[in-house]
């Protein structure tokens, strides 16, 4: 971290400060110029705050030189991780992996129906919520309990793990138990007794991107998973807010080689929700393949205008497998396998 102190600061003002970071362990090296005094700090500078070190009058400029995360970081992890939800490998090359299945669980036999479908297809991982964040209270909410019960029973069924979204702690005991990959919805992405409850178990947990966040931001909300001990996240990457209104989100593609410099975990693509819109599904798929993701998850419905949710943005199967078969041209196209 490097501190630039105002021209006119007093030397007594200086050696407090030079007193207060080597009291936190860290090595301050001095540089006077002609008109600037700069420090550098050498040492472990991820608990500081630049913003509070900018309070101090007689401080004018801050900047980081490392990141502020550490666990994520791919500086002290050069390896890429490789997360496993249960048996499906995702991340570090592995085969692409493909999860599908509704927005919201809205019956067993439904869901079991679509879930073979998409197995069919090549889909590896079932996704159905169970608890759903709606804009409207009186949108439907999803089953609950029952929602996620249908997921073991799809399980059972057709044998493929369940990804699905944790909204609140007290769910949480639940959801170790019946399923198989923990989703923090993008609503949730900094929601950090949440973030620090699924960091104390051992499931792996799809970790949304906010739909305002940066990508510290975001990276910074996978470092409070792996600090409360869970290594097991992998990013999901499913569009931001921006002006433009022909699309729902928009699908900012370019995380996708940006989390694999700065970090080692997996990253996954949802067309779905970053571009709110069946017919777009496909061509930003094949691109997030195609810039280096490690998966993608898809809203899929075997009637997409009855669907309690979601429905415009949710591909009927055969359209899905459709995407599946050229999504297997691209992925060896680049390398990888499917
Ligand atoms: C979802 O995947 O069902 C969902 C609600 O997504 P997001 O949190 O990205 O809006
Ligand atoms: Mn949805």
Not at 10 to 27: C, N, R, T, Y
Not at 174 to 187: K, M, S
Not at 312 to 324: G, N
């Amino acid at each position: 971290m490097i501190i630039t102190l105002k021209k006119n600061a007093p030397q007594v003002e200086v050696d407090a400060l030079i007193h207060h970071f080597e009291g936190m362990g860290l090595k301050v090296n001095m540089i006077h110029g002609d008109n600037w005094n700069v420090f550098g700090l050498v040492g472990d500078t991820t608990h500081l705050d630049e913003r509070s070190i900018l309070a101090n009058q007689w401080v004018e400029n801050v900047q980081r030189v490392q990141a502020p995360y550490k666990l994520a970081n791919r500086m002290f992890h050069p390896e890429d991780t490789v997360v496993d939800v249960s048996g499906i490998k995702i991340g570090a090359g592995q085969p692409v992996v493909i999860m599908a299945g509704p927005c919201a669980v809205e019956s067993k036999e439904g869901l079991c129906e679509i879930a073979q479908e998409v197995k069919s297809a090549g889909a590896e991982i079932l996704r159905g919520g169970a608890y759903k964040p709606r804009t409207s209270p009186y949108s439907f909410q999803g089953l609950g309990t029952e929602g996620v019960m249908d997921l073991v029973e799809a399980r059972k069924r057709t044998g493929m793990p369940v990804v699905s979204e944790l909204m609140s702690v007290d769910k949480l005991d639940e959801f170790v138990e019946n399923v198989d990959l923990i989703q923090i919805g993008a609503r949730n992405m900094q929601n950090f007794d949440l973030l620090k409850a699924v960091g104390r178990t051992n499931k792996p947990v799809l970790l949304k991107r906010g739909m305002s966040a940066t990508i510290e931001e975001w990276i910074m909300s996978a470092e409070y998973i792996m600090a409360s001990g869970n290594p097991n996240v992998i990013f999901c990457e499913r569009g931001i807010r921006t002006f433009e209104k022909y699309t729902r989100n928009t699908m900012d593609l370019a995380v996708v080689p940006i989390l694999k410099d700065k970090t080692h975990l997996p990253v996954v693509i949802d067309p779905s929700h970053a571009t709110g819109d069946w017919k777009l599904v496909k061509a930003v798929s094949l691109a997030a393949i195609a810039a280096g993701a490690d998966g993608l998850i898809i809203e899929c419905h075997n009637h997409p205008e009855m669907a309690l949710s979601d429905g415009m943005q949710s591909l009927k199967p055969e359209k899905f497998a459709d995407l599946v078969q050229s999504a297997r041209k691209v992925a060896e196209a680049v390398g990888r396998t499917l």
